[in-house]
Nanobody, 117 residues
Framework: QVQLVESEGGLVQPGGSLRLSCVAS????????MGWYRQAPGKERELVAS???????NYADSVKGRFIISRDNAKKSVYLQMNSLKPEDTAVYYC???????????WGKGTLVTVSS
Protein backbone atom coordinates (compact mmCIF):
# COMPACT_ATOMS: atom_id res chain seq x y z
CA GLN A 1 0.00 0.00 0.00
CA VAL A 2 1.37 3.38 -1.02
CA GLN A 3 1.83 5.91 1.75
CA LEU A 4 3.03 9.47 1.42
CA VAL A 5 4.02 11.35 4.55
CA GLU A 6 4.65 15.07 4.38
CA SER A 7 6.74 17.07 6.79
CA GLU A 8 5.05 19.68 8.93
CA GLY A 9 4.38 23.05 7.39
CA GLY A 10 4.17 26.07 9.57
CA LEU A 11 3.90 29.81 9.89
CA VAL A 12 6.35 31.83 7.84
CA GLN A 13 6.72 35.56 7.43
CA PRO A 14 6.39 37.06 3.96
CA GLY A 15 9.71 36.85 2.17
CA GLY A 16 10.74 33.85 4.21
CA SER A 17 11.59 30.30 3.18
CA LEU A 18 10.35 26.85 4.04
CA ARG A 19 11.25 23.38 2.84
CA LEU A 20 8.67 20.65 2.63
CA SER A 21 9.55 17.00 2.31
CA CYS A 22 7.54 13.91 1.49
CA VAL A 23 8.60 10.33 2.07
CA ALA A 24 6.98 7.56 0.05
CA SER A 25 6.59 3.89 0.82
CA UNK A 26 4.93 0.97 -0.87
CA UNK A 27 5.86 1.79 -4.45
CA UNK A 28 8.79 1.58 -6.84
CA UNK A 29 9.72 5.19 -6.30
CA UNK A 30 11.96 5.57 -9.31
CA UNK A 31 9.04 4.78 -11.66
CA UNK A 32 6.87 7.63 -10.48
CA UNK A 33 6.24 11.28 -11.11
CA MET A 34 6.14 13.20 -7.87
CA GLY A 35 4.33 16.44 -7.37
CA TRP A 36 3.24 19.05 -4.90
CA TYR A 37 -0.25 20.49 -5.06
CA ARG A 38 -1.90 23.08 -2.88
CA GLN A 39 -5.39 24.11 -1.94
CA ALA A 40 -6.17 27.50 -0.50
CA PRO A 41 -9.43 28.18 1.36
CA GLY A 42 -12.30 28.44 -1.08
CA LYS A 43 -10.17 27.46 -4.05
CA GLU A 44 -9.58 24.32 -6.04
CA ARG A 45 -6.50 22.20 -5.61
CA GLU A 46 -3.78 23.25 -8.03
CA LEU A 47 -0.46 21.88 -9.18
CA VAL A 48 2.51 23.69 -7.69
CA ALA A 49 5.37 21.65 -9.12
CA SER A 50 6.14 18.19 -10.41
CA UNK A 51 9.23 16.15 -11.18
CA UNK A 52 9.38 13.07 -13.38
CA UNK A 53 11.42 9.95 -12.86
CA UNK A 54 13.97 11.51 -15.22
CA UNK A 55 14.00 14.66 -13.07
CA UNK A 56 12.23 16.88 -15.58
CA UNK A 57 10.41 19.58 -13.67
CA ASN A 58 7.28 21.61 -14.19
CA TYR A 59 6.14 24.63 -12.18
CA ALA A 60 3.03 26.71 -11.88
CA ASP A 61 3.62 30.20 -13.23
CA SER A 62 2.88 31.66 -9.81
CA VAL A 63 5.87 29.92 -8.21
CA LYS A 64 8.45 29.93 -11.01
CA GLY A 65 11.72 31.38 -9.83
CA ARG A 66 10.73 31.02 -6.18
CA PHE A 67 10.09 27.31 -5.58
CA ILE A 68 12.34 24.37 -6.39
CA ILE A 69 11.24 20.76 -6.50
CA SER A 70 13.75 17.94 -6.19
CA ARG A 71 13.80 14.23 -5.49
CA ASP A 72 16.08 11.66 -3.93
CA ASN A 73 15.24 8.22 -5.26
CA ALA A 74 17.50 6.50 -2.74
CA LYS A 75 15.53 8.07 0.10
CA LYS A 76 12.19 7.77 -1.72
CA SER A 77 11.67 11.43 -1.03
CA VAL A 78 10.58 14.56 -2.80
CA TYR A 79 11.23 18.08 -1.60
CA LEU A 80 9.79 21.51 -2.20
CA GLN A 81 12.04 24.43 -1.37
CA MET A 82 9.88 27.52 -1.11
CA ASN A 83 11.58 30.90 -1.15
CA SER A 84 10.32 34.47 -1.18
CA LEU A 85 7.03 33.30 0.22
CA LYS A 86 3.97 35.47 -0.23
CA PRO A 87 0.67 35.55 1.68
CA GLU A 88 -1.00 34.09 -1.40
CA ASP A 89 1.12 30.97 -0.98
CA THR A 90 -0.91 30.15 2.12
CA ALA A 91 -2.55 26.79 1.55
CA VAL A 92 -2.60 23.16 2.46
CA TYR A 93 0.17 21.50 0.48
CA TYR A 94 -0.26 17.93 -0.70
CA CYS A 95 2.34 15.47 -1.87
CA UNK A 96 1.29 13.50 -4.93
CA UNK A 97 2.67 10.37 -6.52
CA UNK A 98 1.65 9.20 -9.97
CA UNK A 99 2.65 5.70 -10.96
CA UNK A 100 4.22 5.92 -14.42
CA UNK A 101 2.80 2.71 -15.89
CA UNK A 102 -0.74 2.95 -14.53
CA UNK A 103 -1.41 6.66 -14.14
CA UNK A 104 -2.83 6.01 -10.68
CA UNK A 105 -2.49 8.89 -8.22
CA UNK A 106 -1.75 8.70 -4.52
CA TRP A 107 -1.94 11.57 -2.06
CA GLY A 108 -0.53 12.57 1.26
CA LYS A 109 -2.75 13.98 3.97
CA GLY A 110 -1.54 17.52 3.43
CA THR A 111 0.34 20.04 5.50
CA LEU A 112 -0.63 23.64 6.19
CA VAL A 113 1.67 26.46 5.20
CA THR A 114 0.68 29.91 6.41
CA VAL A 115 2.49 33.00 5.19
CA SER A 116 1.68 35.94 7.39
CA SER A 117 3.32 38.66 9.42
Amino acid sequence: QVQLVESEGGLVQPGGSLRLSCVASGSIFSFTTMGWYRQAPGKERELVASITSGSSTNYADSVKGRFIISRDNAKKSVYLQMNSLKPEDTAVYYCNQRITFTGVDYWGKGTLVTVSS
